[in-house]
């Protein structure tokens, strides 16, 4: 199954068995997973970001584990550390949960700024150094990390550091009432219902597979520039002390290819871009005091500055554009932009 759509698809599928109505999550960790990135899940208890990420790592087929972060986790907690052995008279290196393909870190903020600067390393290097010897982590690797908005006493906030490191943050809202009726509905019938009902869906191997084919995913020069003129505007923005880095920029297109593929499209479309946004850009944000202080969120200024720059159209394409369009602007027989721009998704 190396098809990234059809990857998704049956993961999506079966986490859907058990989790209800947050197909945006399960898209956003496939887009990371598919392109080598790392996602922070925010939500208020109870919404089952824990059990999301669980899910997800299950239907996969990827070893994952998880770290419960609190104040007394000490970084060889997570990285590992060399323990002598009085049999052999040797130190031998004992490797930490880091070593995983999917890791939840379970409310992140609660760990202290020491423990936290412990994942900088397996979250932009791949590699993990324990008592001066670097070890490389397994592929694919992907870090999730959870943190609740609401209970700030004991926390430790993120430095803007480790969170321009994470490549989305997905926010998972509380069920609408049908949703939520559906699982009381669902959780009746089948009390045991959990994580351990998810069956693998994928192989590893489908999985690198699919990245490759996601690497092939083609980006014209007009889209690129749309990244850059969004990303450039976080930076001149009134409200904004600091603006997005270079990578963001990067996130976009990465991430901006993965979403492409996973909808069956070989081309990026400003409609990638647009739906990425917010996920890519609020949590780099750096307001302005007197923004903060009047209560202006991340969220507002990333909608000021979709509406503010223009999506490229058709005649900004450097290649030809694909003609005989359908409605979802894209062509069957072309792998470039429609002349539309594609506003339309091809979801």
Known sequence: MSDPGALYDAIR????????????????????????GHVLLEG???????????????????????????PDVLPADITGTQVYREPTGEFETR??????????????NRATPKTQSALLEAMAERTV???????????????????????????FALPEAQRDRFQQKLTMGLP???????LLDR???????????????????????????????????????????????????????????PRASLAFLRAGKARAAIHDREYVIPDDVKSLAESILVHRLVLQTDAEIGGTAPEDIVA??????????????DGPVPTDTDETGASEADQKPAPDGGTGDAE
């Open 13 to 36: 599928g079966e986490v859907e068995t058990v989790l209800i109505g947050n197909e945006d999550i399960i898209e956003g960790l496939t887009v990371a997973l598919l392109s080598d």
């Open 44 to 70: 208020v208890p109870g919404i089952a970001k824990t059990t999301a990420a669980a899910l997800f790592a299950r239907a996969s087929g990827l070893e994952h584990t998880r770290i419960q972060m609190t």
């Open 95 to 108: 490797k930490g949960p880091i070593f995983s393909n999917v890791v939840l870190a379970d409310e992140i």
């Open 129 to 155: 150094t324990i008592e001066g010897e670097s070890y490389e982590l397994p592929s694919p690797f992907l870090l999730v990390a959870t943190q609740n908005p609401i209970e700030m006493e004991g926390t």
């Open 176 to 182: 609408s009432r049908d949703n939520e009726r559906d």
């Open 187 to 245: 959780f009746d019938e089948t009390p045991s219902l959990g994580t351990t009902s998810v069956e693998q869906v994928v192989e590893p191997d489908d999985i690198l597979a699919a990245r490759e084919a996601v690497d092939d995913v083609y980006v014209d020069e007009a889209v690129k520039e749309y990244v850059l003129e969004l990303v450039g505007a976080t930076r001149d923005h009134d409200s904004v002390e600091h603006g997005a880095s």
């Open 304 to 317: 000021d500055i979709l509406t503010s720059v223009s999506a490229p159209s058709g005649a900004d394409y």
